[in-house]
């Protein structure tokens, strides 16, 4: 199986596991307060069904999603609602089950489109062009972030697994626009993980020998992926590191768009 296809069959796993949650939610669930600021449980889906019916438009008319874009970037920017009401306006107007059939059907329209990629493939998307695996992979990092912000939101806890190495792959070759994006400079150093997965097994990143890393990252790959998706704070998580890799993680960001804040210790 190529690297693509493995991206590809975690993602329709995952966006399958958020399912089997969200379907068993009562009516009362759907508004729970997630942890997203102003966002409830309908809001997280309404999310992620809009950009899955974008990325499955990127792949099949470039045209028509770069049209999309700019009426997004027109409404966010003539709106004090940062577009949430352009990508999440309908979807708040639905039941719960016409919601849960919408995300089915652009997950559909997704995995279709997603079929036709090839390796070397880019697909367009609102910052660069992102190659095939990338942009998978991103969608992945998606539906595992805020599923995640509706599992806090109606306190389930999700088995951890193997998929979210993809995410933690990410979330390491972003080290230096985590500081990009805050318009600061990356201190130098290599930085080596040695994450533990939920089978077990040990995934690694970086510098291949440890003593030819300046600092390294131990512990959980969940934890680690909580982290650079900025679903946890690095003091809430079992994970170990030295000055170097702290200060990163401490900023982490793995995914486009603006600095966001790192949430403050759930202790504080």
Same mark, same amino acid.
């Given at each position: ?14 966006q399958q596991a958020l399912d089997t949650l969200v379907a068993a ?12 600021? !102003? ?19 990127? %792949? &099949? ?7 999309? *874009? ?12 940062? !577009?949430?009401? =352009?990508?999440?306006? +309908?979807?708040?107007?639905? @039941? ?17 489109a997603a079929a036709a990629l090839e390796e070397n493939t880019r *697909? ?10 990338? =942009?998978? &992979? ?15 939101? *109606? ?35 290599? *930085? ?5 997965? +939920?089978? @077990?097994?040990? =995934? ?29 704070? %690095? ?19 793995? =995914?486009?768009? !603006? ?7 759930? @202790?504080?």
């Amino acid at each position: 199986m190529t690297d693509l296809a493995e991206v590809q069959r975690d993602l329709l796993d995952e966006q399958q596991a958020l399912d089997t949650l969200v379907a068993a939610l009562t009516p009362e669930q759907w508004s729970a307060v997630t942890p997203s600021p !102003g966002w409830n449980v309908t809001d997280q889906l309404g999310h992620l069904t809009y950009f899955d019916g974008a990325a499955a438009l990127a %792949v &099949t008319n470039p045209t028509e999603f770069r049209t999309s *874009v700019d009426a997004l970037l027109t409404q966010a920017g003539n709106s004090n609602d940062g !577009g949430d009401d =352009f990508t999440l306006g +309908a979807f708040r107007a639905l @039941g719960p089950t016409e919601k849960l059939a919408a995300w089915r059907a652009n997950r559909q329209l997704l995995a279709d489109a997603a079929a036709a990629l090839e390796e070397n493939t880019r *697909v367009a998307w609102y910052g660069p062009s992102m190659g095939a695996k990338s =942009f998978l &992979t991103a969608r992945l990092m998606e539906v595992w972030a805020h599923g995640t912000d509706i599992a806090d939101a *109606v306190a389930v806890r999700r088995p951890a697994t193997d998929r979210i190495r993809h995410i933690a792959q990410l979330g390491f070759i972003t080290r230096g626009w985590s500081y990009t994006v805050r318009g600061e400079t990356a201190p130098v150093g290599a *930085v080596r993980l040695v994450l533990t997965g +939920a089978t @077990g097994h040990t =995934f690694t990143w970086g510098p291949d020998a440890a003593d030819a890393a300046d600092d390294t990252v131990t512990g959980s790959l969940e934890d680690f992926c909580l982290v650079v998706t900025q679903r946890r704070n %690095v003091a809430d998580t079992g994970l170990q590191a030295g000055d170097l890799a702290m200060h990163w993680l401490q900023r982490a960001q793995a =995914f486009a768009g !603006g600095a966001t804040n790192v949430p403050a210790p759930r @202790g504080s």
